[in-house]
Structure formats: structure tokens, C-alpha cells
């Protein structure tokens, strides 16, 4: 009969030994956190953030700043970026904004060269909190694929951030919704926690339909994104970056790790707010006339 070798068994004899292999595991998770918040750190220094940070801190201070979380009622500003998307933008989108409890809403549609008829379909909607602004071209973006994925709508996204009133701002995919109470809620978790920028978890639609609720707590690349942040209006400076698909980073968690770098102060809502659908379902890539794209 042929034994088969067996893993070691767990006693008071090689007790130690396991104890030491978790110790190592430990410390190597350490050492990898740490080497990644000095790459953070130099990729900061590099975009000029470390000096944005400086500035940063010297307006929470101020009492402009701080008016932000005793307001009775503040105005949020809502940012969305769509292209050619109407059915979806007004039906799910919109609408999941107009439902909202908190209405004190400037929400900001901004098309990505839309060349349908969405500019009309928000008109009808006769929402005076609503805006439509429209880019007069696409792009420029690098081809179709995961690198064109990564910063997609990064042009409308800034258009809508320069365009910000709000004491408060926050995003929505054209293709996403919130539920009814999301913004209320995260108006007073950040006045509550004087907190520059809140995030919270999101169910997340699966290929086949089912959903799954994402995000841990830990503000990183894949437990944060767009659609789950909530901020004050100072950091709407801070534009998204079309040029960080060159390090493979996705453009929401390249502006979002700037936020953390500038040491803003984070407090997670442990409650999923957003649905985030699954978009196996967008139309084929067509490119526009004339249309360029980035190396």
C-alpha cells in the first residue's frame, strides 16, 4: 500500500513553527502596504498633489470651509457623464435623482459629444435642478479595450466638476442608481463626522443578473469608486486625469487616491446605497467622425 504524503498536523510540537510562518505573513503584508503608500507618495510628489495637499489644509481651517457642515440644507451637486444613453440617463438615472429625499440637487448631466436625442429627452423632463451641457467632440481616448475603460468620461466628468455650486458633491453613472434616501444620508454622515469625503458599499450586478454587495470598508482600488464617494465642494478642483490609463490605474481610484494622499478625512458609511449594473449590455464601440485617439 502506498501512503500519500500529508501536509503537517498542527500540534504543541510545530505549534511554533506555524505561529512564525503567520508572524511572516503579517509582516510581508505590512512591508507590501507600506511599499505601495511610498509609491502613492512619489507618484504624488510627481502630479503636484503634495503641494495641492499644503493649500488643502489650510482652508479646512477657515470658516468658508467649515459652513459646509452646519448648513440646514445644503445644495449638492450631482455630476453625470453620458453619451448616446438616453433610455437609461433619464429612465434609471435621473430618475433615481429625482426620487431622492434630499432636494436640494444642482445635478449636472454632461454629454461626452452626444449625437441623439438626449439633450431633448432631459428638457422634457422640465426639472429646473437639471442641467444638459454637451462636448463639442469625443475624447481624445486611447482605442477600444481595458485602457479606454480605465478613463472613459473623464472629459464630461471635469466639465461637470468645474460647473459645481454645491456645498457638497458627489457622482452617479448614467447607467446607476441610488436609492431614494442616498444623498441625505450622506449629508449627514459627513456633517456629523466633519468628513471631507464619505464612501459607502454598492450592490454590484453580476453577468447573470444576481447581485452582490462590494466594498469592505478599507478606502482602496476596487472597495471605492465614483458612484459611492461623497465630498466637499473643495476637492471638485482636483480633475479627473485622462493620462492614468499609462500605469494601468482606473481615472475614478487615480482621483480618489490623490484625496487620500492629501490626508482628506474619510468616514465610511457601512450601508450600500448605490447599483451599479452590469454593462455587458452597451452597445458596440463606434467611432465617431473624425475622431482621435490617445497612444
Known amino acids: 500500500m502506498v501512503r500519500r504524503p500529508v501536509g503537517p498536523r498542527v500540534t504543541g510540537r510545530n505549534y511554533p513553527l506555524v505561529t512564525s510562518v503567520e508572524n511572516r505573513l503579517r509582516e510581508l503584508e505590512y512591508q507590501i502596504a507600506f511599499e ?3 509609491l502613492d507618495y512619489v507618484l504624488a510628489a510627481q502630479e503636484g498633489i503634495l503641494r495641492e495637499a499644503e493649500s488643502f489644509h489650510r482652508a479646512r481651517e477657515t ?4 459652513a459646509a457642515f452646519t448648513a ?3 445644495l449638492v451637486s450631482v455630476c453625470v457623464s453620458t453619451a448616446n444613453r438616453p433610455d437609461l440617463l433619464v429612465s434609471r438615472c435621473l430618475a433615481s ?6 432636494q436640494n440637487l444642482q445635478v449636472i448631466v454632461v454629454g461626452d459629444h452626444c449625437v441623439d436625442d438626449t439633450a431633448a429627452r432631459v428638457a422634457a423632463l422640465k426639472d429646473e ?12 481616448y486611447p482605442r477600444p479595450g481595458r485602457e479606454r475603460w480605465c478613463v472613459a468620461g473623464t472629459y464630461p466628468a471635469n466639465r461637470a466638476l468645474a460647473l459645481c455650486r454645491g456645498a457638497f458633491v458627489t457622482h452617479l453613472d448614467d447607467d446607476d442608481r441610488f436609492e431614494p434616501e442616498r444623498i441625505e444620508v450622506m449629508v449627514r454622515a459627513a456633517q456629523e463626522s466633519r468628513a471631507d469625503l464619505c464612501w459607502h458599499p454598492w450592490w454590484y450586478e453580476r453577468k447573470d443578473g444576481s447581485w452582490y454587495i462590494r466594498g469592505n470598508g478599507e478606502f482602496e482600488s476596487g ?3 465614483t458612484d459611492t464617494v461623497f465630498y466637499h465642494h473643495y476637492l471638485a478642483r482636483i480633475p479627473g486625469d485622462v493620462y492614468s490609463y499609462r500605469m494601468g490605474e482606473p ?9 487620500a494622499i492629501m490626508r482628506a478625512r474619510l468616514h465610511f458609511v457601512n450601508r450600500p446605497l448605490t447599483h451599479h449594473y452590469f454593462g455587458g449590455s452597451s452597445q458596440p464601440f463606434v467611432p465617431q467622425p473624425g475622431e482621435r485617439f490617445l497612444p
Open 63 to 66: 470658516r468658508k470651509y467649515q
Open 223 to 225: 472597495q471605492a469608486g
Open 36 to 38: 505601495r503608500f511610498r
Open 251 to 259: 481615472g475614478d481610484w487615480n482621483r480618489l487616491r490623490k484625496f
Open 129 to 140: 435642478r437639471i442641467s444638459f451641457h454637451n462636448l463639442a467632440r469625443r475624447g481624445p
Open 97 to 102: 435623482l429625482r426620487q431622492q429625499t434630499h
Open 72 to 74: 440646514g440644507n445644503p
